[in-house]
């Protein structure tokens, strides 16, 4: 049985190594007229990981049909290596479907790089669809330590805004600060999320960015997070923001989360500040 197994992970290991034959044929795919055909094949490649399938993978990028495109980012989310954070973060800033820019933002969760946060911060969620937003909210969960991290958005050395910027959610009059020299300016990734967790026109969206601030431990986050549970309008964004302070596990959050646990009109938010005052006791 070692034997068969041995010979099984040895063949798989041969098979997604390099260019093979296997490779070869569903590259070739890719420029097959039958689009049905092409994400078939890019389903494929994708499966089997391998890097040199990414450049002609990046091609489909460009693909007039949106599900040939969303089937592009979906395989190159299986390629391992920072080569495929470009392609994925100019889908997340450029395509016009709000579905394959979502799928991109997913796709970069993978990625422990500044090159991968960057994107999702200035253009995830910064997008004006809320689809986009909460799948950029819940990549940097998974992907960023979600810490004060700076992007630069105009300079020589950052991004521009682009010509169309509406700023439609008024987050840079909020979280941007000007610095250096004339028009320069830096966000703040954390201070972003605290903005969407407040003021987000998608409850979803609202939701799922205090859950991921309840992964942070960046100065500042734990009182926003006792105001969201004291006095936001919504019982899931106090019911998350209950299970986010126990996350974080401040014990000076343990008498609003008493109060909250007897006082709160709501019984999910109820339970969900008892189930992180559990957590406090366990950990003091």
């Known amino acids: 049985m070692r034997k068969y197994f041995f010979l099984f992970f040895v063949t798989l290991l041969t098979a997604c190594s390099g260019p093979n034959k296997c490779d070869r044929k569903y590259i070739g795919q890719l420029q097959d007229q039958d689009n049905n055909l092409k994400i078939q094949a890019a389903e494929n490649l994708g499966k089997c990981g391998n890097a040199a399938a990414l450049d002609p993978l990046s091609e489909l990028l460009a693909a007039q049909q949106p599900n040939v495109r969303l089937a592009g980012v979906k ?27 979502a799928a991109a933002a997913t796709a970069l969760n993978q990625f422990q790089s500044a090159d991968a946060e960057k994107p999702l911060m200035y253009a995830g969620l910064f997008d004006t669809s809320s689809l986009v937003r909460k799948a950029a909210v819940s990549a940097l969960g998974e992907c960023c330590t979600i810490q004060q991290f700076p992007v630069i958005v105009s300079g020589d050395d950052g991004w521009d805004f682009p010509d169309d910027w509406n700023d439609p959610y008024g987050y840079t009059d909020t979280v941007v600060e000007i610095y250096g020299p004339a028009g320069q300016m830096q966000i703040d990734t954390a201070q972003v999320l605290l903005y969407i967790a407040q003021h987000d026109k998608d409850l979803a969206t609202r939701v799922e960015a205090v859950r991921v601030l309840g992964l942070s431990t960046v100065d500042g986050i734990v009182p926003v997070l006792v105001n969201i549970l004291t006095s936001d309008t919504e019982p899931k964004v106090r019911s998350m923001a209950a299970q986010s302070l126990g996350n974080i596990g401040d014990l000076d959050t343990q008498t609003v989360l008493e109060k909250t646990a007897e006082q709160d009109p709501d019984p999910t938010v109820k ?12 950990r003091f």
């Open 75 to 101: 395989a190159i989310s299986g390629i391992a290596g920072d080569n495929a954070i470009e392609p994925l973060a100019t889908t997340l800033e450029h395509d016009s479907s709000d579905t394959v820019r």
């Open 271 to 282: 339970e969900a500040a008892n189930l992180a005052l559990s957590e406090l006791n366990e």
